[in-house]
């Protein structure tokens, strides 16, 4: 898997691109809110959305882009060269209109609809510049999301980059080379979250029962405090965890039962493997 390095994207690294979103759900406005961030003009972005949120309503008001109700809404003048489809799986066949007036000749479309192989894209959209397949995570709505990209074959590296930079706005992009890594992706890093909540929700409960007033800030510090010492440093997180530990005493105590054969990793793997098989049953029901 190639990681593309966090870099500043700067507006003249994406201004001469034409960008469709078509679905502003949490990822569409995520998208849209971080375009504006990166000054791009609002002459540059087109949205395609039946049910407008407030926030997507605010969004338009205050940066004045066009909000389009159905494809077949789009002028024929307007070409994208980036196109999000951002649509749950059972929308997508809506979007068939698009192979009309070949709108996305010219465009690259990146696909985040769930459980959708490029296969499936391309019996929708015929008449593209090339198809990618994404996944990513909730913290992209903060621009600190983890993404992975798998680009069909007839993608030249050049047309790459443009997309690296376009994902880059939500925060580290990776690429694979593998399409079914995307099912271990969501399992891992989509689902990652969730497991990072379950594990800081539980040590608040921990701490409000031992007594602590203010037990949510304080577990939330410390796993702040962590994560920032981490990467303060060169240390990796065991050489941390070693760090913590002595010989005899408290952590020591904890991780005996925490890092034991049926411990944390354990019951984590365990339940990553059952995430994954569902992302792959899903993806065949979708």
Partial sequence: MEIMPKKKT???????????????????????????????????I????????RELKKLKRLNK???????????????PTI??????PNQLKTLNGLNKDNKLSNSIVVS?????????LNKVFKKTSG???????????????????????????????PIF???????????????????????IFGSGPAYIYLFINSLIEIAKKSG?????????QTFLGSILLLLSGQKKPSDLQKKVTSKGGTTEAALSILASNEGLKSILTKAVKKAAKRSRELSKII
Avoid: C, W
């Avoid at 949205?47 to 949120?53: D, L, R």
């Avoid at 990618?132 to 798998?150: D, F, Q």
């Fill in 165 to 187: 930079d376009f994902m880059s706005l939500l925060g580290q992009v990776s690429e694979t080379k593998k399409e079914n890594l995307i099912d271990d992706f969501t399992a």
């Fill in 46 to 53: 087109v949205v395609i959305e039946k049910n407008q949120s």
């Fill in 112 to 120: 985040v609809v769930a459980g959708k192989k490029i296969k499936d």
């Fill in 212 to 220: 602590f007033k203010n037990p949510e800030g304080m577990v939330l």
């Fill in 10 to 44: 700067t507006a003249s690294s994406l201004n001469k691109e034409k960008f469709l979103i078509i679905g502003a759900g949490n990822m569409g406005i995520a998208v849209i809110k971080s375009l504006f961030n990166h000054r791009i003009s609002s002459k540059k």
């Fill in 83 to 88: 196109t999000l489809i951002a649509v749950k």
């Fill in 65 to 79: 882009f066009e909000i389009k109700n159905s494809i077949d809404k789009i002028n024929n003048l307007y070409q």
């Fill in 131 to 161: 198809i990618v397949r994404a996944m990513t995570n909730t913290p992209v709505s903060v621009n600190m999301g983890t993404t992975i990209v798998y680009f069909e074959r007839k993608i030249k590296i050049k047309q790459k980059r």
